[in-house]
């Protein structure tokens, strides 16, 4: 059966063509230019030196929960664990540096580890007993809260500027935090779309006993995410330790719902099998630029709430309004 | 009845619907009371769409209907079910959770202030029940609990209540078994005598020649004949369908049979498959048959580990060896290949590209270090594409895109790359169409030329005597006899089939559970 035909060397790959065009980086660059222009109209600050560096200081773990995040939904699940694990890695590393005396890069270790063993036993009990993993992963919020609680006596423990690197400005405002985060971004693009991991997560989302009579066990692939997921986690806990040079117990609390809405607003479904980080990451944008904005015009509070959420539920409706009529044109 | 039978009840003329490309062209036809119109063709020929038109779920794109006279433009499907056109799917539209009762009249269930009388809705459902003759079923037996030939018989009902004229069946018997076909055909026949004339849509010839008095043959959207079934062979109306001739007589090609490649010793799991045993060797197709529900399945699945088994082992490999196999990987580690049944829910990844699909399970030859190199994947596909002959504008098409057989090619396609000398296939042509079943048999014998050991699965009897060296028969679980080529007869394979079950009764007192008590 392997009689080739010689003329089929000369189709055109179409790039990317299975998952997500460029019409949707299209619509989402779209979008944010048009909330940076309107920002831009409402306030004279906005449009500033200031406003970018403070964005790109503080926006490192959002970036990279959310590509962790976008994996997860693309198997189909979901992680509502994420803030508690970013306080137990936090925790944990400052357990290390204040108590035991540890140096910054074992503590470091020890944090991304804790993070990525708790990632590790949601997606193992995901796969092994087959539940739901909104079900699992609210339980290790909850474990892991409290495990970070314990662990520091509920108290921020100050750490000083050991870390401060991360977070430090080297040009135009940037941070190794930034350029990490960003890496992080392009190397998970580049897995989820041109590796045979990526390949299998898209096919375990769209259709995850097929891959199993395909002759794949979708297992580990699954607890693989979830694990990853983790040691995500751990590396924004330390973007945000280096950022406030503490660590603080409640840190992350309500996180997740925030990573979950960018990457949403990105595009990625909820139903598995469709998504990309760099929709994602434009989520990510949208929703930071969003908060800046409505914080320099002076929206209160409960106003940035009720814009933010608006913007969700719009972000949503779109997108099933768009892929529906990709379907029908299909 | 036979003065009723001319009056036209529906007509249409010049009906037309276009999407992006026009699927149906330009068709009249006409309906008189009390008949049977059989309405064929092969997949995407249009049949389920002319009939979403008569059934008001498509809007046509040109053309007039009229029904009983007056000119007939129904809105939507709840408008031409008021006028009495009422349409039967294939997928059932039924709630497993409610009884057959609650079914019936969900949509106007009777009620005495607000709360539902019980009593009045247990007589209504005794009646209509009543009215196709079956009065049998309880009708507050769950609807998940009847057999899958009475859930139809359920659905038909549920289309009767109220006024019906016009009656469309697409492919009502896909999912039964003949007793339940038997049935089915009982009923139209009384529908008939009471007036209600019936569109039958399906590719069974066999069927069509029994229910209906005149055929209608569309092809690529477009009538080729309204004319008397008897006038025509099964023969002709194939050809009538597919516009080319095909030969009644397989050839599957001069081939060597082999060693044994597959031995299955005692494979039981419980309720399912009780001690089944066969060889298969290299270079045969051998053939499982039995009624729905048989076991069939689930042997598939055993051998290949999708369902894991409570005793017996399989052997495999030259010399054979006892092999362990738990999961579907140590399956295809092994050489075995499973082409299931259900296409959609387990074979396809269907919002997917050909190429990915593919590309699924062959990932070791288009990629490096777990780098998947784009070029080689879309060779792969095309290389599938061309040898499989899958009519797809191009690799990267999506697979929902595709007609059944294509669909069907494109599963098949992934097994080929990797050379499987085990390869099972369950109901490898279900609703495929005339042509490309042939494509598939062909494609069967070219494998088994290449020396791999065929298991093939069917509910179509004629189809395994085609093409299988060796028939098994499988009955209630176990595996009741084999027979050789040309040793078989229709007859002695249908009695094995029955034969596990060792009261008829056995069989419909499991389809409809009576609540006698």
Same mark, same amino acid.
């Given at each position: 059966?392997? *009689? ?13 063509? *299975? ?12 979008? &944010? ?19 970018? !560096?403070?964005?790109? *200081? ?37 357990? $290390? ?77 940037? !941070? ?24 299998? &997560? ?5 259709? +995850? ?46 996180? +997740? ?65 768009? !892929?529906?009529? $990709?379907?029908?044109?299909? | ?119 009045? #809705? ?5 009646? %209509? ?176 580990? %999708? ?12 010399? #054979? ?52 190199? %784009? ?67 062909? #494609? ?31 009955? %209630? ?41």
């Amino acid at each position: 059966m392997k *009689n080739t035909s010689p003329a089929m060397q000369t189709l055109p790959a179409r790039r990317g063509g *299975n998952y997500l065009g460029l019409g949707t980086y299209l619509g989402l660059a779209g979008a &944010l230019l048009a909330m940076i222009v309107l920002f831009s109209l409402l306030s004279d600050h906005f449009l500033s030196y200031q406003t970018f !560096s403070t964005l790109a *200081n503080q926006i490192p773990d959002l970036m990279v929960l959310s590509v962790g995040m976008t994996l997860i939904l693309i198997i189909g699940g979901i992680d509502l664990s994420v803030g508690s694990v970013l306080a137990l890695a936090a925790s944990a590393v400052s357990v $290390a540096i204040v108590g035991w005396g540890w140096s910054v890069f074992p503590a470091a270790l020890l944090g991304i580890a804790c993070a990525t063993l708790a990632g590790t036993i949601t997606g193992s009990i995901t796969v092994a007993w087959r539940i739901p993993s909104f079900i699992v992963s609210l339980g290790v919020l909850e474990m892991a809260r409290g495990v970070a609680y314990q662990m520091t006596n509920s108290r921020t423990a100050y750490i000083g500027d050991s870390f401060a690197w991360l977070s430090d400005p080297v040009a135009f405002g940037i !941070s190794p935090s930034f350029i990490i985060a960003l890496l992080v971004i392009f190397i998970a693009q580049a897995v989820l779309t041109r590796t045979v991991f990526g390949r299998y &997560l898209i096919g375990i989302g769209t259709n +995850e006993e097929a891959v199993r009579l395909a002759g794949i066990n979708p297992k580990p692939y699954k607890i693989l995410v979830f694990s990853l997921m983790g040691l995500l986690a751990g590396v924004a806990a330390l973007f945000q330790i280096s950022r406030l040079e503490a660590a603080d117990p409640n840190a992350g609390a309500g996180l +997740e719902l925030q990573v979950i809405a960018a990457v949403v607003i990105g595009g990625t479904s909820l139903m598995g099998g469709r998504g990309s980080i760099i929709s994602t990451f434009f989520g990510v944008l949208i929703i930071s630029v969003l908060a800046a904005g409505l914080a320099q015009i002076g929206a209160t509070e409960p106003t940035k709430r009720i814009i933010t959420g608006a913007v969700i539920v719009i972000a949503v409706v779109l997108d099933t309004y768009r !892929s529906h009529r $990709a379907r029908r044109q299909g | 009845m036979s003065a009723s039978v001319q009056t036209a009840v529906l007509s249409v003329s010049g009906i037309g619907k276009t999407y992006a490309q026009p699927v149906l062209g330009d068709v009249d036809l006409t309906l008189m009371r009390g008949e049977v119109l059989a309405l064929t063709g092969e997949n995407g020929a249009g049949k389920s769409t002319l009939s979403k038109i008569i059934g008001g779920l498509v809007t046509p794109t040109t053309g007039q209907m009229e029904f009983q006279g007056q000119p007939y433009q129904p809105a939507n499907r709840t408008q031409a079910e008021k006028l009495g056109v009422r349409m039967v799917m294939q997928e059932l539209n039924l709630l497993p959770t409610l009884t057959v009762a609650e079914n019936l009249f969900l949509d106007d269930l009777p009620r005495r202030a607000g709360w539902i009388d019980r009593k009045r #809705l247990r007589e209504n459902a005794i009646k %209509a029940m009543a009215q196709i003759g079956l009065e049998a079923i309880d009708p507050d037996t769950l609807v998940g609990d009847l057999g899958i030939g009475h859930q139809q018989m359920v659905e038909i009902a549920r289309n009767l209540i109220g006024d019906c004229h016009v009656l469309i069946l697409d492919e009502p018997t896909a999912m039964l078994t003949s007793r339940e076909v038997e049935m089915l055909f009982e009923q139209i026949t009384r529908l008939q005598a009471r007036g209600v004339s019936i569109i039958y849509i399906s590719h069974r010839l066999e069927e069509l020649a029994r229910v209906s008095q005149r055929i209608a043959v569309l092809r690529d959207g477009k009538l080729v004949c309204v004319e008397p079934i008897a006038r025509y062979n099964s023969e002709q109306l194939v050809t009538l369908m597919v516009g080319r001739e095909l030969g009644e007589h397989m050839d599957m090609g001069a081939r060597e049979i082999g060693e044994v490649a597959l031995s299955v010793k005692g494979l039981s799991r419980a309720g399912k498959v009780e001690n089944v045993s066969f060889d298969v060797r290299r270079g045969e197709i051998f053939g499982i048959s039995g009624l729905i529900g048989a076991g069939r399945t689930e042997l598939l699945r055993l051998i290949y580990g %999708a369902d894991s088994a409570d005793s017996g082992g399989i052997e495999v490999g030259q010399p #054979l060896k006892a092999v362990t196999i738990r999961s579907p990987s140590d399956a295809v580690e092994h050489g075995i290949a499973l082409i299931t049944e259900d296409r959609k829910s387990e074979g396809l990844l269907m919002s997917q590209s050909i190429s990915a699909n593919i590309a699924l399970g062959n990932m070791h030859s288009i990629s490096k270090a777990g780098l998947v190199n %784009a070029g080689d994947e879309l060779k792969l596909a095309q290389r599938q594409v061309d040898a499989m002959r899958i009519r797809s504008s191009s690799p990267t098409q999506l697979v929902s895109e595709l007609s059944g057989g294509n669909q069907q090619k494109v599963v098949i396609g992934r097994w080929l790359e990797r050379d499987c000398p085990v390869m099972l296939f369950d109901e490898p042509t279900r609703g495929i169409d005339v042509g490309a079943k042939f494509d598939i048999y062909a #494609l069967l014998g070219e494998l088994t030329r290449q020396g791999r050991a065929l298991v093939v699965v069917s509910s179509d009897l004629r189809e395994l005597m085609l093409i299988c060296d060796r028939i098994g028969v499988l009955s %209630a679980g176990r595996l009741i006899d084999t027979f050789e080529r040309d040793s078989w007869t229709q007859d002695q394979l249908l009695a094995a089939a029955f034969a596990g079950y060792q009261k008829r009764d056995a069989l419909l007192n499991e389809a409809a559970p009576r609540n006698d008590s």
